[in-house]
C-alpha cells in the first residue's frame, strides 16, 4: 500500500471511529441516605440510563448505591431513577436480625422457609465493571441476598454451592472475572466461614466479596482466609491488650519487614500504620471497626496489619461484650 494510501485509510479508520465511539455524558442522581444522613450522588450514563428507562415497565430504572454509611462499613442503598434522573424511591438494605425461635417447650426450634419466600436483598453491582451474578440463600436468618440483579429466566444457574452445615446455599449464575475455577473455591470458603459467623452489618459481606474480587487471579491461601474470617468478624472483635513496649522500636531497623507483601493485603502505607498503633496506644479496649475509620478505603488492609500485629505479639484480639 502506498503512503498515499495508507494515510487515507487511516483518516477513514479514524472516522469511523470517532462516528461508532460512544461520549459518554454523566448525571448524578442525588439523594439522602436515610441511615447515615450523607447527601449522596449517583453517577450515571445518561445515554445508557435512557435506555434502560425505554425498556422499564415502569419508567424506572434500579441501582444500588454503595457507599460509606455508619461506621465507615459499606451500605446499600437501592435507588429506583426516572429518565431525568430523579430518585423516585430508595430502600436501605440490611440483614434481617438472628432471631432464635422457640417452642413452647422451651426447646429451639428450626423452622425453614421455602427459598422462594425468603426477603431478598439486591445488589445490583459490587465493583464496576466487574460481573458477579449469584444468590445467596441464608436459611439461618431466612435470608436470600441477590447480587448482580439475578432474573431467574435470562440467567441461568451455573454451579449450586452448599456450605459445609448446610445453612447457606450459593447459586452462581455467571461471571465474568478470569478465572472462574479460582472463584468458585473463593465462593465456599466464604458460605463456609459466614455459615459459622452469620454478621450482623449487610456491609461485611460485601467487604468480603470485594476481597474476593480483588484476589481472584490466585486460590485463597491461609492468610486470605484470616482476613475473610476478621472481615465477617469485625463488628464483635476489639483489641483487648497491647504490648505498649514494642510499639516504639517497631518500625526502626527491620521491624518494619513484618508489613512487607509483593501483592494483596499489606499495602497499607507505614503512615496509615503508624496511626493505627498509635490509636491502639491511647485506647488499647475498643472495637476493630474503630480503627477503620483511620483510613475505610483500605478497609482490608487494615484487616491484614492487625492479623500481623497479633502474630507478632503486639496487640490481642478477643470478641466485644
Given at each position: 500500500m502506498a503512503r498515499n494510501e495508507y494515510n487515507e485509510f487511516l483518516f477513514e479508520e479514524f472516522?469511523?471511529?470517532?462516528?461508532?465511539?460512544?461520549?459518554?455524558?454523566?448525571?448524578?442522581?442525588?439523594?439522602?441516605?436515610?441511615?447515615?444522613?450523607?447527601?449522596?450522588?449517583?453517577p450515571l450514563d445518561i445515554q445508557k440510563h435512557k435506555e434502560l428507562v425505554s425498556k422499564s415497565k415502569n419508567g424506572l430504572v434500579?441501582?444500588?448505591?454503595?457507599?460509606?454509611?455508619?461506621?465507615?462499613?459499606?451500605?446499600?442503598?437501592?435507588?429506583?431513577?426516572?429518565n431525568d434522573l430523579n430518585v423516585r424511591g430508595f430502600e436501605y438494605i440490611k440483614l434481617p436480625s438472628?432471631?432464635?425461635?422457640?417452642?413452647?417447650?422451651?426447646?429451639?426450634?428450626?423452622?425453614?422457609?421455602?427459598?422462594?419466600?425468603?426477603?431478598?436483598?439486591?445488589?445490583?453491582?459490587?465493583?464496576?465493571?466487574?460481573?458477579?451474578?449469584?444468590?445467596?440463600?441464608?436459611k439461618k436468618?431466612?435470608?436470600?441476598?441477590?447480587?448482580?440483579?439475578?432474573?431467574?429466566?435470562?440467567?441461568?444457574?451455573?454451579?449450586?454451592?452448599?456450605?459445609?452445615?448446610?445453612?447457606?446455599?450459593?447459586?452462581?449464575?455467571?461471571?465474568?472475572?478470569?478465572?472462574?475455577?479460582?472463584?468458585?473455591?473463593?465462593?465456599q470458603v466464604i458460605i463456609d466461614l459466614l455459615d459459622g459467623t452469620q454478621p450482623c452489618i449487610l456491609g461485611l459481606i460485601l467487604e468480603s466479596f470485594k476481597y474476593i474480587i480483588e484476589n481472584n487471579d490466585h486460590l485463597p491461601q491461609q492468610k486470605d482466609v484470616q482476613i475473610l474470617r476478621m472481615i465477617l468478624d469485625s463488628y464483635f472483635t476489639c483489641i483487648e491488650d497491647i504490648n505498649q513496649g514494642v510499639v516504639s522500636s517497631l518500625f526502626k531497623g527491620g521491624g518494619r519487614s513484618i508489613?512487607?507483601?509483593?501483592?494483596?493485603?499489606?499495602?497499607?502505607?507505614?503512615?496509615?500504620?503508624?496511626?493505627?498503633?498509635?490509636?491502639?496506644?491511647?485506647e488499647p479496649n475498643q472495637p476493630i471497626l474503630n480503627l477503620i475509620k483511620i483510613n475505610?478505603?483500605?478497609?482490608?488492609?487494615?484487616?491484614?496489619?492487625?492479623?500481623?500485629?497479633?502474630?507478632?505479639?503486639?496487640?490481642?484480639?478477643?470478641?466485644?461484650?
Open positions: 472516522n469511523t471511529f470517532c462516528n461508532n465511539r460512544h461520549t459518554v455524558s454523566i448525571g448524578m442522581a442525588k439523594y439522602l441516605c436515610p441511615t447515615c444522613r450523607k447527601q449522596l450522588a449517583h434500579l441501582y444500588s448505591d454503595i457507599h460509606r454509611c455508619v461506621n465507615e462499613i459499606l451500605g446499600v442503598c437501592n435507588i429506583r431513577v426516572d438472628l432471631q432464635n425461635r422457640v417452642s413452647k417447650l422451651g426447646i429451639l426450634v428450626a423452622t425453614r422457609k421455602a427459598r422462594s419466600d425468603y426477603p431478598e436483598g439486591i445488589v445490583t453491582n459490587i465493583v464496576d465493571g466487574v460481573r458477579l451474578k449469584l444468590i445467596m440463600s441464608m436468618i431466612d435470608f436470600r441476598l441477590n447480587v448482580g440483579n439475578v432474573n431467574s429466566l435470562h440467567d441461568p444457574v451455573i454451579d449450586l454451592l452448599h456450605s459445609t452445615n448446610g445453612d447457606i446455599d450459593l447459586y452462581l449464575c455467571g461471571s465474568n472475572l478470569p478465572s472462574y475455577d479460582n472463584l468458585k473455591v473463593w465462593l508489613f512487607k507483601s509483593k501483592k494483596g493485603s499489606g499495602k497499607t502505607e507505614l503512615s496509615t500504620i503508624i496511626k493505627i498503633t498509635d490509636e491502639i496506644v491511647k475505610p478505603e483500605h478497609f482490608m488492609d487494615i484487616i491484614a496489619t492487625l492479623i500481623k500485629l497479633e502474630e507478632a505479639g503486639i496487640i490481642r484480639m478477643e470478641g466485644c461484650e
